[in-house]
């Protein structure tokens, strides 16, 4: 897989100082992107590609995606960015074409799944005492999302 021509590519140094050479930004696909979709999109693969997309990436961005990644895999790839020193152009030219490849086509397969009008026809399907508690229930929580629901329901 990538990882393992990656792997092999990849050497590090002690210090915190070294940063990867950037002579062109072969990730630049994923600037029109947003944030979360991006840590949906990365957050199972190894963590060194991890830190290799991340290393090209608008550095507010950056950051919006490490937060959106847990505790411990953000640790892991600031940890990986900061030890990485060089990587060969034809791992990362590998790397950044499979993930413009795998993310136009998840991004080309949407389909609606839920949303509040998807939301309101189920509701209005069940018992109307059932429906109310779970709108209530709800409104514990998201009290905007319930008034949504509450307010289509009657529709």
Do not use: C
Not at 8 to 26: L, P, V
């Amino acid at each position: 897989m990538i990882y393992e021509f990656f792997k092999k590519a990849i050497r590090y140094t002690g210090r915190k100082e070294s940063r990867i050479k950037k002579t062109k930004n072969q990730f630049l696909f994923f600037s029109e992107v947003e944030y979360s979709v991006i840590s949906s999109f990365i957050k199972y693969e190894h963590p060194q590609t991890i830190a290799l997309v991340i290393s090209y990436l608008d550095k507010n961005k950056a950051a919006l995606i490490l937060e959106e990644l847990d505790e411990e895999l953000s640790s892991e790839v600031i940890m990986r960015i900061s030890k990485m020193s060089t990587v060969s152009q034809h791992i990362i030219d590998k790397v950044a074409n499979n993930m413009e490849k795998r993310l136009s086509i998840l991004l080309e397969q949407k389909t609606e799944v839920g949303g509040a009008n998807i939301a309101r026809n189920i509701l209005n399907e069940m018992n109307h005492d059932n429906a109310k508690t779970i709108v209530n229930n709800i409104g514990r929580i998201d009290v905007e999302l319930s008034d949504t629901l509450y307010y289509n329901s009657k529709t």
